[in-house]
């Protein structure tokens, strides 16, 4: 695998190939790469500036009308090209392309691929919301806070942590879907140890466990 820098957005790539928007820090680019580094696969890296607001120009909002990181252009040997933004679904769309093994993802025919479609529909509607909006409220100063949405938000953060811990508690082998790491794990950790409130250890044991154990991978560096 080599993560080729692009400089700029005029540079030419030679088909086939991959390109990743991404911006400094982003946990949701941070999936996506981690899954094209387990994969071996070879792509470009394109930062953005957000301190010039790049993810709001033009040419970008042409990528990605909603302004944001990661996009991911993958255009193949015939020169057909996909544009496709939203970190759950450029992580299903590379899996169901290049893991053809599924080594980190479910096929279609495989049962375990609804149960990696429910959680990662839980995860997207309910889970990460709350996350964001916890983040959101906590960075302002207290006075600033809006308690009815942080304590909506923690509440909810509570019960998610809660449903997380069964399902590895029931799976008991360390990984959210299936008896090896997924697309379901990737997608999910950053945003579970995002923030400055993280989750109380010893009520959620094996979310705990399950942190340590992808934390030792080094996949999010
Ligand atoms: N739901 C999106 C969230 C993407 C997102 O919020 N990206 C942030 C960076 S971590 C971004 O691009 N923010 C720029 C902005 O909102 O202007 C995903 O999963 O890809």
């Given at each position: 695998?080599?993560?080729?820098?692009v400089?700029?957005?005029?540079?030419?790539?030679?088909?086939?190939?991959?390109?990743?928007?991404?911006?400094?820090?982003?946990?949701?680019?941070?999936?996506?790469?981690?899954?094209?580094?387990?994969?071996?696969l070879?792509?470009?890296?394109?930062?953005?500036?957000?301190?010039?607001?790049?993810?709001?120009?033009?040419?970008?909002?042409?990528?990605?009308p909603?302004?944001?990181?990661?996009?991911?252009?993958?255009?193949?040997?015939?020169?057909?090209?996909?544009?496709?933004?939203?970190?759950?679904?450029?992580?299903?769309?590379?899996?169901?392309?290049?893991?053809?093994?599924?080594?980190?993802?479910?096929?279609?025919?495989?049962?375990?691929?609804?149960?990696?479609?429910?959680?990662?529909?839980?995860?997207?509607?309910t889970?990460?919301?709350?996350?964001?909006?916890?983040?959101?409220?906590?960075?302002?100063?207290?006075?600033?806070?809006?308690?009815?949405?942080?304590?909506?938000?923690?509440?909810?953060?509570?019960?998610?942590?809660?449903?997380?811990?069964?399902?590895?508690?029931?799976?008991?082998?360390?990984?959210?879907?299936?008896?090896?790491l997924?697309?379901?794990d990737?997608?999910?950790?950053?945003?579970?140890?995002f923030?400055?409130?993280?989750?109380?250890?010893?009520?959620?044991?094996?979310?705990?466990?399950?942190?340590?154990?992808?934390?030792s991978?080094?996949?999010?560096e």
């Amino acid at each position: 695998m080599v993560c080729h820098i692009v400089n700029s957005k005029e540079e030419k790539l030679e088909a086939p190939y991959l390109k990743l928007y991404s911006a400094g820090a982003s946990p949701f680019a941070k999936k996506v790469k981690a899954l094209l580094n387990l994969l071996k696969l070879d792509y470009h890296l394109l930062n953005l500036d957000f301190s010039k607001k790049e993810q709001k120009e033009p040419w970008f909002l042409e990528i990605n009308p909603r302004g944001k990181v990661p996009v991911l252009e993958h255009v193949d040997s015939n020169g057909n090209k996909v544009v496709i933004s939203e970190s759950l679904a450029i992580l299903n769309y590379i899996a169901n392309k290049f893991d053809t093994k599924r080594e980190f993802s479910f096929s279609f025919d495989d049962p375990l691929y609804y149960d990696a479609l429910e959680w990662s529909i839980y995860y997207v509607s309910t889970f990460e919301p709350a996350k964001v909006q916890q983040f959101i409220q906590l960075k302002q100063p207290v006075e600033e806070q809006n308690r009815q949405i942080l304590e909506k938000a923690n509440a909810t953060l509570d019960d998610s942590f809660g449903f997380l811990e069964a399902k590895l508690k029931k799976n008991n082998n360390g990984f959210l879907v299936g008896d090896h790491l997924s697309i379901v794990d990737l997608f999910a950790y950053p945003c579970v140890v995002f923030g400055s409130v993280t989750f109380d250890s010893e009520k959620f044991p094996f979310v705990k466990a399950w942190t340590e154990k992808l934390d030792s991978l080094k996949l999010f560096e």
